[in-house]
């Protein structure tokens, strides 16, 4: 459905009217004109559309996923709170899907004030966790866990409220053998040509931590400086940041593997002095050496638990959140 600024929709549940596109034109941040629901209600609203294949078959999965109950009722999962049945005449046409509204995504938060709310970790690592033991117990997997797909109410304050959204690409675990996750947040065994499981979401949280508490990209490839050779990059930096990583089951994969592992080592051309192409080094001193304000301690030795290269000796979620530095907050 086409959606556009100042369009009026009615929904199963209440009536929205579209401000302002939160994403291209299938995202839309809505007030909400009026409710059915007895519950107190957000005077705003999110409302998700389609306009691709790709955007459609997310989407499809996304309202399947909601219908199950331990998600719809998670309180660590962004809500839907409504559907808008679509104008077409294709019956096979997918409604808009309502969400609840949250004030910002992780993405939105700043490194510095990331690291001077204390709460802010912990929420933030207590509320995926939480989700991701949810999926567990379906034999699912989120595959995008990001800053971009963690929302929030009240980041500054001392109880703030996050919930982890965008069920678009959730899937059954180990169910596909395509490389799924973000770049930077891809873990070492979907890098190696493995499917996505559990213990890859929990490397995506980790790796998601490291990424919001340093004003430096540490994974991924924004600081990447050759032509080309996106993945490459992605992968030396790992070997850098957290250690060696094992051959890829994929032959497809080898080349660029043995191209990370030469640019983890290659020094600089361009530099008089020494100095690496890749400059990273491991990622707890990396994060050891920001002042002002610094990482907590416990912060780090909390993300060196789940910052595991074997994904058989990572923590399960549900072991995580047994880790102190998220019980003292208890």
Request: glycine share 4%.
């Amino acid at each position: 459905m086409p959606l556009r600024i100042g369009q009026v929709l009615q929904g199963a549940r209440g009536v929205y009217e579209l401000l302002q596109p939160l994403k291209g034109s299938s995202v839309f941040k809505a007030k909400v004109l009026s409710s059915s629901s007895s519950a107190p209600q957000s005077k705003w609203a999110v409302v998700k559309t389609a306009g691709t294949d790709d955007e459609r078959m997310c989407l499809r999965r996304e309202y399947r996923n909601y219908s199950i109950p331990a998600i719809a009722s998670s309180p660590h999962i962004r809500a839907m709170c409504d559907t808008i049945p679509s104008d077409s005449k294709h019956e096979d046409e997918l409604p808009c899907l309502v969400f609840e509204w949250m004030d910002v995504d992780l993405r939105s938060v700043y490194a510095i004030d990331f690291r001077s709310r204390p709460a802010l970790p912990r929420a933030v690592s207590k509320a995926v966790l939480s989700a991701l033991h949810t999926l567990k117990t379906l034999d699912a997997v989120h595959t995008d866990v990001n800053p971009n797909n963690i929302f929030i109410t009240n980041a500054d304050s001392d109880c703030p409220v996050v919930k982890l959204g965008d069920l678009g690409v959730t899937i059954k675990d180990s169910y596909t053998k395509q490389r799924a996750q973000s770049l930077p947040c891809r873990a070492p065994e979907v890098w190696q040509g493995y499917s996505c499981r559990h213990a890859s979401d929990v490397w995506s949280l980790a790796v998601t931590l490291t990424t919001k508490l340093s004003p430096l990209p540490l994974f991924g490839h924004l600081d990447k400086i050759i032509e080309g050779e996106t993945e490459a990059w992605c992968i030396a930096k790992l070997i850098c940041l957290v250690g060696p990583i094992g051959q890829p089951i994929n032959p497809a994969y080898e080349d660029e593997f043995a191209l990370a592992r030469q640019l983890a080592v290659m020094d600089h051309p361009l530099t008089r002095v020494q100095s690496k192409l890749v400059q990273r080094g491991h990622w707890r001193t990396e994060l050891e050496y920001i002042p002002d304000p610094p990482v907590p301690r416990d912060l780090l030795d909390f993300i060196g638990e789940i910052l595991v290269m074997d994904p058989e000796k990572r923590p399960t979620a549900a072991q995580a959140l047994q880790h102190p530095y998220l019980q003292a907050a208890l």
